[in-house]
């Protein structure tokens, strides 16, 4: 069985930074992409950042220059550094990854449980 756990949500002030860490655990085989998208209330879960394997990036154009993603791979372990937080960016924040466990025949997606970050003074 495959989890991603996330951590490092939480309240900070404008302008402020969080970092968010999502570890991949369990029986894998390999992992693909990862990365990060949010679901504000009242609408769509939206990509914010992912990390290929190979260490190509993708980023929403709300958020560049102000957050980063990065991965070690051998923990199989996605970091969001979030820089310069503004209201706008609060969000439940989800950790996403195309992994091949051992269990089954291919790669598939994965889910964290969700961290709520709230950007507020």
């Known amino acids: 069985q495959v989890q991603l756990v996330e951590s490092g949500g939480g309240l900070v002030q404008p302008g402020g930074s969080l970092r968010l860490s999502c570890a991949a655990s369990?029986?894998?085989?390999?992992?693909?992409?990862m990365g990060w998208y949010r679901q504000a209330p009242g609408k769509q879960r939206a990509l914010v950042a992912v990390?290929?394997?190979?260490?190509?990036?993708n980023y929403a154009d709300s958020v560049k220059g102000r957050f980063t993603i990065s991965r070690d791979n051998a923990k199989n372990t996605v970091y969001l550094q979030m820089n310069s937080l503004k209201p706008e960016d609060t969000a439940v924040y989800y950790c996403?990854?195309?992994?091949?466990?051992?269990?089954?025949?291919?790669?598939?997606?994965?889910w964290g449980q969700g961290t709520q970050v709230t950007v507020s003074s």
């Open positions: 990390r290929t394997r190979g260490g190509n990036t």
């Open positions: 996403n990854a195309e992994l091949w466990s051992t269990a089954v025949s291919g790669p598939l997606q994965y």
């Open positions: 369990g029986s894998i085989f390999r992992v693909y992409d």
